[in-house]
């Protein structure tokens, strides 16, 4: 089932013309939807369409299969979706006090609301944390926290923007492998959609991913689709030689060098295999080597 | 301590809605303190020597920690939302709410009032009932002989005291005459000074035999330095506490009316912040603010340059609740939520109330005579109440409607 269908999505903002123009995806159940781009680009902008806070222009949605904004209204829409904005609003009190407050107000009552958070917090790591205060916790265990809070609500579509732009790699990488979880866990049921710049991380847990460049949309489909239709490979490397000794080793080959880092684009005979083979070859060092050709990555050189 | 824990941690798990109005904790807090300070000022008693307090002198005593109180009491109202976390109220809980926040600007009021209602109570309490008639008593006639120039007449064992026809204490009615005899008379002019120096510090310095001779020598005693420190002054005000009650000044049928408002609207206030976010929230409630200046403005202008009348004006009060109805209900029907809506949807709520209040004005400006003005203004009085109840009902939903829309930017 699409949990939610963008057509022709358009959105402009007067102030400073700023423009998401013709956005169609979809979003499938129990898939996790990376939304990627450079900084201004409307990943913020789609994840606010996507949860209801922020008005379209033109084009049309559906949710939840095929139900339109009128027909479903906006209550129950939004009560099926948890939105994590990029800076998630503070709370007040006791970690559990909090949780069971919002399990309470969604009808788990008494009892069973501490055997619903206990279970929920030990699922994401948290239990050692739960006693203490908001203040007392770092910005991954409060990025977790909410996660959890949201999830109390049993939502069918985690809207989550950059979640992981304040983290360490390893809260990271913890962060994005609970989603994993929780996305496959059967009994939840949720998708989610994120935006995110980290690339890698990203396109390791996605199903599927949505490439804004300019209030554009490039891509939109399964992460493992992306370089299908390409018409050159794409490499990523650093090393102990510079951009005359990589133009005369290979024909065909495009060079731009950012700092240390050389992006290349062959022929899509050359593999990243033999690519690499022919340099070591030639007695160098690679310190660093990326096929991007089937990434996102590449869309950034575009 | 173990009690609130037990008790808050049973409204969080088991009633949300009561849990975040934190009425288990700051309403103990107001009773509490209520009863201890009232105990305290009334154990601490009145001294009839000391000086009659006044009333509202110790009404600010309490501002400062009554606002302490309901900032603190607000912070809490601001942490805590169960609609904007995704949950419910029914309208049952939406009244429940709002009666709770009723009940904490009514407790914060009692706190207010609590120093000068225990002094009120402290100064009936001061003197028995039976005390203070015996004592009356004996004064009223004291004063009639050694203040106000009785003519004295003796014959033989008998004197006469002959009434001026004066006011005594405490409006007891015109002194009459009065015949004693000698030893009566001395034994009444000690117990005029007992009971004259029981209420007053500096009283007076004469034994029985000077006063008797002060009196046939027919000089007058001085009255008392000022009147709030006379013993008249005290002897009346002790009287009036004990007759109509300590609390009389304080529950009063037009106090309680008035206060009434203040408490509703305060009450309506705190209940549209739970609606609405914070932002709209604090320019609606500048936009209010600013509104006796608007119409200050917006008066001059129509009196003043078109010469408007009175009707004129209640047209034009007429046409702002329509212009701003409609404004509301074109947001409601809208797709996407209008800032302005929001805040014109607070500003139409509070003003709700008061449109009985100008009708009836209105009704009443058009009558040459002002018949059964008091019966008929209760009654647009508690017309007013139930608008405002009702106002909750329907505001509840378009509130719900203008947030739950997605915004334009």
């Known amino acids: 089932m699409n949990l939610f269908t963008a057509k022709n999505l358009s959105k402009t903002y007067s102030n400073n013309g700023f423009k998401l123009q013709n956005i169609n995806f979809d979003l499938q159940s129990g898939h996790i939807s990376g939304v990627v781009g450079e900084n ?20 049309e949605v559906t949710y939840f299969g095929n139900g339109t904004i009128d027909t479903l209204g906006w209550e129950k829409i939004k009560s099926r979706i948890a939105y994590i904005p990029q800076r998630i609003p503070r709370w007040y009190g006791g970690l559990r006090d909090n949780l069971i407050f919002e399990a309470a107000i969604r009808n788990i009552k008494s009892d069973k609301a501490d055997a619903v958070i206990d279970e ?9 944390y739960i006693h203490l205060k908001w203040s007392e916790i770092s910005t991954g265990y409060r990025l977790r926290f909410q996660l959890a809070k949201m999830l109390i609500g049993s939502p069918d579509l985690l809207v989550l923007d950059e979640p992981i732009a304040n983290l360490d790699i390893n809260a990271q990488n913890k962060f994005l492998a609970d989603l994993r979880d929780i ?101 160098k060092t690679v310190h660093y080597f990326r096929d991007i050709s089937s990434s996102t990555r590449k869309l950034f050189n575009q | ?34 009863v201890l300070l009232f105990g305290l000022n009334a154990l601490m008693g009145y001294n009839l020597h000391d000086k009659m307090p006044r009333i509202e002198d110790s009404i600010p005593l309490m501002i400062i920690p009554i606002l302490v109180y309901l900032v603190y009491w607000f912070v809490f109202q601001a942490r805590y939302n169960v609609e904007k976390s995704g949950g419910k109220l029914n309208l049952f809980q939406d009244y429940l709410n709002y009666f709770s926040y009723f009940l904490i600007f009514f407790l914060s009021f009692m706190l207010l009032m609590v120093i000068p209602m225990s002094t009120a109570y402290k100064i009936s ?39 001026p026809n004066k006011f005594g204490y405490s409006n007891h009615g015109i002194v009459k005459d009065i015949k004693l005899s000698t030893k009566a008379f ?85 209940w549209i912040f739970k609606q609405i976010h914070w932002k709209h929230y604090v320019f609606g409630l500048v936009s209010i603010l600013l509104t006796p200046m608007l119409i200050g403005i917006v008066g001059l202008i129509f ?37 302005s809506a929001i805040v014109m949807a607070m500003y139409l709520q509070l003003a709700l109330p008061f449109l009985p209040v100008i009708i009836f004005g209105d009704y009443m400006s058009k009558r040459s005579y002002f018949d059964g003005f008091e019966d008929h203004f209760v009654t647009v009085y508690i017309v007013s109440w139930i608008v405002g109840l009702i106002s909750i009902a329907v505001f509840k939903y378009i509130y719900k409607r203008l947030t739950v829309l997605p915004s334009k930017k």
């Open chain 1, 40 to 59: 201004g680009n409307g990943k913020t902008t789609l994840l606010r369409i996507v949860a209801g806070d922020l008005s379209f222009d033109e084009g």
């Open chain 1, 120 to 128: 929920l917090v030990e699922k994401l790591g948290l239990t050692k």
């Open chain 1, 183 to 283: 996305v496959s866990d059967e009994n939840r049921k949720v998708s989610v959609i994120l935006s995110s710049q980290q690339l890698h991380e990203i396109e390791n847990i996605a199903d599927s991913v949505i490439f804004l460049k300019a209030g554009q949309l490039v891509y939109a489909g399964e992460v493992n689709k992306i370089g299908e239709s390409r018409t050159h490979n794409e490499f990523e490397l650093q090393g102990d030689f510079d951009k005359a000794f990589l133009t005369n080793l290979f024909k065909d080959i495009e060079v731009n060098q950012i700092a240390k880092t050389f992006h290349v684009k062959v022929s899509l005979e050359l593999t990243s295999s033999d690519f690499i083979k022919t340099i070591l070859k030639q007695n």
């Open chain 2, 1 to 34: 301590m173990k009690l609130y824990q037990s008790i808050n941690n049973y409204l969080l798990r088991n009633h949300p809605n009561i849990w975040i109005t934190r009425i288990h904790l700051f309403a103990p807090i107001a009773i509490v303190v209520f």
């Open chain 2, 125 to 163: 309490n001061s003197v028995s009932k039976d005390q203070l008639q015996k004592d009356i008593k004996i004064l009223n006639t004291g004063y009639g002989i050694f203040n106000e120039n009785y003519n004295i007449e003796k014959n033989e064992d008998i004197i006469t005291f002959r009434s």
């Open chain 2, 186 to 270: 001395e034994k009444m002019t000690t117990n005029y000074i007992n009971t004259f120096n029981k209420y007053d510090k500096k009283g007076i310095t004469l034994n029985t035999s000077e006063l008797i001779r002060h009196a046939f020598s027919n000089d007058v005693l001085p009255d008392s330095q000022s009147w709030r420190n006379s013993v008249r002054y005290k002897v009346d005000r002790i009287q009036e506490l004990q007759k109509k009650g300590c609390c009389h000044e304080f529950t009063d049928d037009s106090v309680f009316m008035i206060l009434g408002v203040f408490l509703a609207m305060f009450a309506l206030l705190v």
């Open chain 2, 303 to 339: 009196f003043e340059v078109f010469d408007f009348d009175e009707s004129g004006v209640f047209l034009l009060v007429y046409a702002l609740y329509i212009g701003f109805a409609i404004k509301v209900i074109a947001a409601v029907l809208s797709p996407q939520s209008n800032k």
